[in-house]
Structures are given as structure tokens and as C-alpha cells.
């Protein structure tokens, strides 16, 4: 018996070396790797293979940059390492799942995907490093996306499935030598305005601030990353979910738990070969979760980072003098309420900030925000309200969110937003008249933050840097021209209505780009143009041009331009679509469109 089980060993271990699968991306039923082979991502992006740890005494199966194998982004086996890399076997089974077996005790199964309840025919790793299994039909089971470890990068979600209720969230590891599941957490919080928070054991740490339509409100950074990654939040009644897409030619990027409980962006340096740090948060005191308890508000620029919002005073001024503010501050004056003519409650403006923890909240995402400050002041325990969008309304924002309660973790941040908070009328009256933000601090934060951004992307981007310069000048027209009469319509809404410019919907295509035909969910036909990226600068002097001419030229004989829509480089044209051919060929002129 253990003769034929030697020999098998044997045996197993020759045809493991005979294999030796080079720059393969693929598993099939049956076929396996081991030791020190790997399944290669087709564009070499990344690596999915046995990795070491604690000096070759663990070993574990992982996915990681190419350019960078200390950069694991995903682990398979996080509680169970093994002992030597000769003894790890990763094979899709017979029924279809993925299983990394020991061969050192019996072949026994020390991690599976799991996901026999429908057989995988194939596993294969993309170039987004997501490993994939997906049956004979091509159809997804089961994709390592779904299952994070400590980080995420370009493609991969981090939220809820509100339908299975299947969470997508960060772990951190306990120790550098230790990849299993750590004391912190990154996870979407969904009770109110969505946004991340992390954890340590039962404790909240940190929060981002709820999405607002552009970024976190309290993550300002997010907007400094044009050109290079691109951020997507869904809030649907199936999914509540964030992610970035580093846009094409941006360097390897990831975000990172770090076992400190940090949150960390971090971006590839091809020149200095080792990774730059973008963001990281919490970044200061005033990042504490709850530091000046509620209704403080905290100011990192201050003396003394914690104050009380107008209108209100510490609880306790013997723990504030102490510096421990997080007992809170207490409204001097009752609210009114309605209690009669000339004595009604208002708010004021407290400028600038990450807006308070919003669990207690409700959000509506219509209407003005003067309509959201009637709402509030007609009910009774509205204790603030806020935009929930920053976008709309000339700057103003549009939407509401309201607080019942007591606010809490607010701060004051460059390029945070405004909140309203309720105050009784007597205390309205003698509040600071005009409550701007101090400029000047603003000011030399802002330019602060631009030398740093610019010092950055010198010292560390090299190259890059002149592709980012292009792109920043081109971004900067397109705002100008986009201030005109074109809609601007989301990249995804057009990516859905031509199949994903899928070649079958192309009806033409020349020196400017290529038309493809599309339908939008309402069921209406258009046509979109999307211009050629590969000279950049002829294809933006093309768009300028043609967005002026088509929005000056509304014609019943022309063809209407619906919108327009620009994502990283690409820059995209809807127009109706005729179906008249000869009307094409009029508009877009014999010279121009070249039919397929
Ligand atoms: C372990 O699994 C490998 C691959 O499936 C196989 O070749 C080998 O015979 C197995 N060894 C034992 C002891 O079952
Ligand atoms: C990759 O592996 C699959 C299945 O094991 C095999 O069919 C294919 O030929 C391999 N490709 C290369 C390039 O080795
Ligand atoms: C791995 O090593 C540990 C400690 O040396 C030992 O207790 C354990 O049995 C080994 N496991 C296997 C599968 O060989
Ligand atoms: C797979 O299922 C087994 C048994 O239910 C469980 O112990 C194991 O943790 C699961 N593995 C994964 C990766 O979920
Ligand atoms: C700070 O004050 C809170 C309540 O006001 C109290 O629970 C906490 O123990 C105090 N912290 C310290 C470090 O004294
Ligand atoms: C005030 O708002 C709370 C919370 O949304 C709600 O439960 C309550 O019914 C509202 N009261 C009135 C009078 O509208």
C-alpha cells in the first residue's frame, strides 16, 4: 500500500515537472499545476501560483502583480498554509471546483472554491487579476472578484448583494508573515448614505463619508486622480457597490488593508520600481472615528482639533479641558418647533466638511436643497440636512439627506461639503454672520496639496507624467466645450446600448473613429461616434468642432446630437439614428464614413 502510494508520488511528481505549463492562463477539468508553476494572466499582468511566507516555511496560493510578487492581492488558503511548495497541488476537479490539495498528508483538500453545485469546465486568470471559473457554456460560476482578501484593485467591487445578501469586503491580514483574516475590516455600510467604514473587532474606526455623486465626501483626493482612474458607485435595489477602472495606460494600482487598520492607494512606479503612495486614510486625528464625539466638529489645523458646533457646548468641560472631547456637545437653547410666529427654528451653515455618520438618516435623492431645508424644518426631530449629491444645481448640489439625530464624526476637510444644522432662533441671531471657511487656510492647503500632487508625479512618474500632461490639457478643453448645450450622458448607459461596442453593431467607421449603431433601454435608436484616441489631439479638435457645429446647426434635416460623454481618453458622440443610409452618408459626408 504505501509502496503504490510512493509510487504514485513518484509519478505525480514527474508529470507535474513534464508539464511544465509555460505563460498559461488557463486550468481544465482535470489538468493541474504544482510547485513552482503558475498560471499566467495573457497579458502577464499577473500570476496565480504558490508564494511563501515567514522564510519558506508557509505556503500559500496567491494571485499577484507580475512587476511586483510581493504584491499578493488575493489568497486562496489564508488559515491553512502549507508546509513546502513541492507538496501543493491545485487542480479543478472532476465535479468542477478548484481545489488546492496537499500531497504531504494524503491529498488531503486545504482550500476549495466551493462551487460544485454547478461543474466549472474551465478556471483561468484575466488581466484584471481575477481568477474565473466558468462552466462549458462560458457561463461564470465562481471569480476570486468575489471573494477579497486584504485588497482591491481596477474592476473589483467592494459593497453589498442586497438580493443574496453576499458581502464584498476587505480583511486585513493579522501579521505580514500571516495572511489569515486580521482584526481589521473594510465594509460598505448601507443603513442611510451608503459609504465605507472600517472596523476593528466590534469597533468602528474610520469613516469615508457617504458618496456624493462625484467622490466620498470625505475623500476629496478622489477628484485629483482625472485621467487615471475613474470611479463607479451603483445604489440599486439589487446591489449597493463601489469600484475604480484605471483607465487604459494608467500604471498597476491597488488599495490595500493594511494589518495597522490603514487603508492605503497605492500606484506602481515603473522608474523607481516600487510602489507610490496616493491616498491613505485615515490620514490624521481628525480621521478618528468620533474623535470630538457628537455635534463637535474636528479641525486639524486648530490648536485644539475639537469644537462644538454653533449653538451647541461641551457636556462635559472638565473631560474637554483634559482634551477628551468624545463625551460631546449639548444644544444651549431649546428648539422651537413651530412654537409660534416670529420664533421659528433655523439652520446654519457649517461649511466645508465630511458630513456626519448617516446611518440614522434618510436620503431622497430629488428636489432642491432649498426644498430639503422646508422638509427638515416641518419636522420636528430633523436635526441637519445636506445635499446627497454635489453635482446638481449650479454648485449648490440637489438631493437630501437628513439627520434625526445627533451628528456625529464630522470634520472639517478642503473641498468638503455644507451642512445645515438646526438651531433655535435665538441662537441664529447671534451666530457669526457670514460663516465662510477661512480662505486663506484653504488656500495654502490647496496649493500645499498641488505641490505635493505635482512633486509626486515628477519625481515618481517619470514618463508618465508627460502622457498625463496631454491628457490634463485635453481635459481641461473638453470642461469648456461640455459648459455648452451637450448633454452629458454615463459611459456604462452607452457601453450597454452597443453591446459593449461590440464589432457586430458597427455600421461604419473611418479616420474620426467608429459609428456604431445602439439602442437605450427606453427603446430608442442612436447612433454613436466614438472617435479615434490614437492622435489624440486631431480627435479633440474634431469633437470641438463638431460638437460646436451640431449644437449651433439643430436642423429638422440634420441629424440630432443627443449628448455627449467623455471616459478617460475616450470621447463619444449620440446622435438619433436614421435609418436612412443615404442620410448618413449626407451628414457624415462620403469623405468622412467609409462603409464597412
Ligand atoms: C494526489 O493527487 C494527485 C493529483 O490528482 C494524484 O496524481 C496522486 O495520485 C494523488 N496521491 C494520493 C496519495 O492519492
Ligand atoms: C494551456 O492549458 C490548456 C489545458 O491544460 C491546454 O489545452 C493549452 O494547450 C495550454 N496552452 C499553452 C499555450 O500551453
Ligand atoms: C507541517 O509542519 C507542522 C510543524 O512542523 C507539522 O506539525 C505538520 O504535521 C506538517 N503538516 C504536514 C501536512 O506535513
Ligand atoms: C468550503 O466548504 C467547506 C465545508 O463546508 C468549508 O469548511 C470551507 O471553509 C469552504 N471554503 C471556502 C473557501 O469557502
Ligand atoms: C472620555 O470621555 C468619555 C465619556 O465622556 C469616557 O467614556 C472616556 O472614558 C473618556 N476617555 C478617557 C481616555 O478618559
Ligand atoms: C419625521 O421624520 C421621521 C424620520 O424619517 C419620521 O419617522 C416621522 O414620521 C417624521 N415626522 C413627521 C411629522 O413627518
Known amino acids: 500500500m504505501s509502496h503504490r502510494r510512493l509510487f504514485l508520488a513518484i509519478v505525480s511528481v514527474l508529470l507535474l515537472t513534464a508539464s511544465g505549463v509555460a505563460a498559461n492562463n488557463t486550468l481544465t477539468r482535470r489538468s493541474r499545476i504544482g510547485g513552482d508553476q503558475k498560471l499566467v494572466s495573457p497579458g502577464d499582468i499577473f500570476q496565480l501560483g504558490l508564494f511563501p511566507l515567514a522564510d519558506n516555511t508557509k505556503w500559500f496560493l496567491g494571485i499577484w502583480f507580475t512587476v511586483s510578487p510581493a504584491a499578493v492581492i488575493w489568497v486562496a488558503n489564508r488559515d491553512r498554509p502549507l508546509n513546502a511548495s513541492s507538496s501543493g497541488i491545485v487542480t479543478l476537479t472532476g465535479a468542477g471546483d478548484l481545489v488546492l490539495l496537499d500531497a504531504a498528508s494524503n491529498n488531503e483538500t486545504v482550500w476549495s472554491s466551493n462551487s460544485s453545485s454547478s461543474a466549472a469546465a474551465v478556471a483561468l486568470l484575466d488581466d484584471s487579476g481575477n481568477l474565473v471559473l466558468t462552466d462549458d457554456a462560458g457561463a461564470m460560476l465562481w471569480q476570486s472578484f468575489d471573494h477579497p482578501t486584504n485588497t482591491y484593485v481596477s474592476e473589483m467591487r467592494i459593497g453589498k448583494d442586497v438580493g443574496t445578501g453576499a458581502e464584498w469586503s476587505l480583511s486585513s491580514w493579522r501579521h505580514a508573515d500571516d495572511p489569515s483574516a486580521g482584526d481589521f475590516r473594510y465594509v460598505m455600510e448601507t443603513r442611510g448614505s451608503p459609504e465605507l467604514h472600517i472596523w476593528r473587532k466590534g469597533r468602528k474606526t474610520y469613516r469615508t463619508g457617504p458618496w456624493n455623486g462625484v467622490r466620498f465626501s470625505g475623500i476629496p483626493e478622489m477628484a485629483t486622480y482625472k485621467g487615471m482612474f475613474e470611479f463607479q458607485f451603483a445604489d440599486t435595489a439589487d446591489e449597493v457597490s463601489y469600484m475604480y477602472h484605471a483607465c487604459d495606460g494608467s500604471p498597476p494600482s491597488r488599495v490595500v488593508l493594511h494589518q495597522s487598520g490603514v487603508i492605503h492607494r497605492m500606484v506602481w512606479d515603473s522608474a523607481a520600481l516600487r510602489w507610490s503612495s496616493f491616498w491613505s486614510g485615515p490620514r490624521d486625528e481628525c480621521d478618528r472615528y468620533g474623535v470630538c464625539g457628537a455635534f463637535g466638529v474636528c479641525n486639524e489645523v486648530d490648536a485644539v482639533v475639537c469644537s462644538c458646533v454653533w449653538g451647541f457646548l461641551p457636556r462635559s468641560s472638565v473631560e474637554w479641558g483634559m482634551r477628551n472631547a468624545s463625551g460631546g456637545c449639548a444644544r444651549s437653547t431649546p428648539l422651537q418647533c413651530g412654537g409660534g410666529a416670529g420664533d421659528e427654528d433655523g439652520f446654519h451653515a457649517v461649511r466645508g466638511v465630511k458630513l456626519p455618520e448617516t446611518h440614522g438618516s434618510s436620503v431622497d435623492p430629488g428636489g432642491s436643497l432649498e426644498e430639503c431645508g422646508r422638509r427638515c424644518l416641518a419636522n420636528c426631530s430633523c436635526t441637519a440636512y445636506a445635499a446627497s449629491d454635489i453635482r446638481g444645481s449650479g454648485g449648490g448640489g440637489s438631493g437630501c439627506i437628513q439627520w434625526f439625530g445627533e451628528l456625529v464624526d464630522?470634520?472639517?476637510?478642503?473641498?468638503?461639503?455644507?451642512?445645515?444644522?438646526?438651531?433655535?432662533?435665538?441662537?441664529?441671531?447671534?451666530?457669526?454672520?457670514?460663516?465662510?471657511?477661512?480662505?486663506?487656510k484653504k488656500f495654502v492647503a490647496v496649493i500645499t496639496i498641488l505641490i505635493i500632487g505635482f512633486g509626486l508625479l515628477l519625481l515618481w512618474l517619470g514618463f508618465l507624467i508627460w502622457k498625463k500632461v496631454w491628457r490634463g490639457k485635453e481635459a481641461t478643453m473638453i470642461d469648456d466645450i461640455m459648459i455648452g448645450d451637450c448633454p452629458t450622458y454615463h459611459f456604462e448607459t452607452i457601453r450597454g446600448a452597443t453591446g459593449g461596442f461590440c464589432p457586430e453593431n458597427e455600421i461604419g467607421r473611418g479616420g474620426f473613429g467608429i459609428v456604431y449603431k445602439g439602442q437605450m433601454q427606453d427603446g430608442q435608436e442612436i447612433a454613436v461616434k466614438k472617435l479615434s484616441t490614437d492622435n489624440r489631439v486631431q480627435g479633440l479638435k474634431e469633437f470641438k468642432n463638431e460638437v460646436d457645429l451640431i449644437a449651433r446647426l439643430q436642423h429638422r434635416n440634420l441629424v440630432r446630437l443627443l449628448g455627449c460623454c467623455i471616459h478617460c481618453?475616450?470621447?463619444?458622440?449620440?446622435?438619433?439614428?436614421?435609418?436612412?443610409?443615404?442620410?448618413?452618408?449626407?451628414?457624415?459626408?462620403?469623405?468622412?464614413?467609409?462603409?464597412?
Open 410 to 440: 464630522t470634520r472639517f476637510i478642503d473641498g468638503g461639503q455644507d451642512l445645515f444644522v438646526r438651531l433655535a432662533k435665538s441662537d441664529l441671531d447671534t451666530a457669526p454672520a457670514s460663516p465662510e471657511p477661512v480662505k486663506t
Open 569 to 596: 481618453s475616450d470621447r463619444i458622440l449620440v446622435y438619433e439614428y436614421m435609418s436612412n443610409k443615404s442620410l448618413d452618408n449626407f451628414i457624415f459626408g462620403a469623405c468622412l464614413l467609409t462603409p464597412s
